[in-house]
């Protein structure tokens, strides 16, 4: 896997199965080894660093009590992201119908920016929503690769497709991303 | 982060850099913060009132094969003895199923040919042998056999035999009943059976 960084698929399995017989300390060494980059493809999906937090953390407790199915068939940090990305992709479709019914609920984020922070504000929710509108399995290939930073073997691995379809879940998702980020015109 | 960058040879495209992909790596880049420091110990914190994971039966079966599973030696001996149980029983058990279809009375002999060849033509031999005694009585005059005259029926029926058991019965009026309830009638065969005549 030449474009893997999370590595060393088999201390995952060795992290895992000494979890699996009882040593819970073991998983300390997956959260501090992966929460950098959950917290960040959180972020990059919900774009509140409280919402990224508690996704994280929620994701973390889910991959623990569902450790017994990983099968290791791929490295624990991308199973654990596939975990953390639909987390939080749930937790923002919640968060929307909460805004939908307090359409006046204030914007945490831009009300004491600048004004090209705010510009750079408005163009970051044009990418996170712009991916959030796509339909699956696109929306999951396009996070997981460019939020979650995973490689394509990485995200076959992780959601049991072959490394083809992962491809043209990725080349297709990308197609329909170009109108919606206002691009229809150069592609 | 050690990641290389979005490359259009990915996805097998060698042309210019995707718009879409070029623009989601730039946000990828702008949105790059650190978790709090204390978030792992929190994450641990809320693990420890979990209870202990346990391994689903398939990953255990897969652990098992890999050879990952606690105690997968004996385990692995297990899991070949009891294959090999199958095995052996589903190959004995098919077996038995065949001899038993093959025991099973008319099953793969054609029936129809045998029916045939049993009844080359009418014989009024049949007569006697399936006449039941009629219930004397009093008033019930059993009709005679010899005394009716069979008439070959027109019916190409192939199981003769049976279909003309006669059901005896009890005619108070002699003159009329006796002929056709009581005495079979011996069956004309179908062609088949009369072609042997012809030679």
């Not at chain 1, 660093?49 to 623990?64: H, K, L, R």
């Not at chain 1, 992709?89 to 920016?113: F, G, I, K």
Request: glycine share 8%.
């Amino acid at each position: 896997m030449e474009a893997a960084w999370h590595d060393g698929a088999v201390d995952d399995r060795r992290i895992a199965d000494a979890v699996l017989e009882g040593d819970r300390d073991a998983f300390r060494i997956l959260v501090e080894r992966e929460q950098v980059a959950v917290f960040r493809a959180c972020l990059r999906i919900l774009g509140r660093p409280a919402d990224a937090e508690d996704v994280a953390q929620e994701s973390f407790v889910m991959a623990y009590r569902a450790l017994g199915s990983y099968r290791g068939e791929g490295p624990l940090g991308g199973w654990l992201m596939r975990i953390a990305t639909r987390q939080a992709y749930r937790r923002l479709s919640q968060r929307r119908e909460t805004l939908e019914l307090s359409p006046e609920l204030p914007q945490a984020s831009s009300s004491n920016d600048p004004v090209h922070a705010t510009l750079a504000g408005e163009r970051q929710d044009a990418v996170r929503t712009a991916v959030a509108a796509l339909s699956e399995p696109y929306r999951e290939v396009v996070a997981l690769r460019f939020f979650s930073e995973l490689s394509l073997e990485e995200i076959a691995g992780a959601t049991g497709r072959p490394l083809n379809t992962v491809k043209t879940h990725l080349r297709r998702g990308l197609e329909r991303l170009r109108p919606l980020l206002g691009q229809e015109a150069r592609a | 982060m050690s990641r290389p960058p979005f490359d259009p040879d990915e996805l097998e495209r060698h042309e210019d850099a995707d718009p879409a992909a070029e623009q989601l790596e730039a946000y990828a880049r702008s949105v790059a913060g650190t978790p709090p420091a204390d978030l792992a110990d929190r994450i641990m914190s809320a693990i420890s009132k979990e209870p202990a994971p346990r391994r689903s039966p398939d990953a255990w079966l897969a652990a098992l094969l890999a050879g990952r599973a606690p105690g997968h030696r004996w385990a692995r001996t297990g899991v070949a003895a009891a294959s090999l149980v199958l095995v052996v029983g589903g190959v004995l058990a098919a077996g038995e199923l065949v001899r038993v279809i093959g025991d099973r009375p008319g099953v793969g002999t054609s029936p129809s040919p045998a029916v045939v060849s049993a009844s080359p033509s009418p014989s009024p031999r049949l007569t006697p042998s399936i006449t039941p005694t009629p219930t004397p009585a009093p008033t019930v005059t059993p009709s005679e056999p010899d005394a009716s005259t069979p008439e070959p029926s027109d019916s190409s029926g192939s199981t003769f035999g049976q279909s003309a058991t006669p059901i005896p019965t009890e005619t108070e009026h002699e003159s009329d009943s006796h002929g056709g309830a009581e005495t079979p009638q011996p069956t004309e065969t179908p062609r088949a059976s009369g072609g042997g005549g012809d030679g």
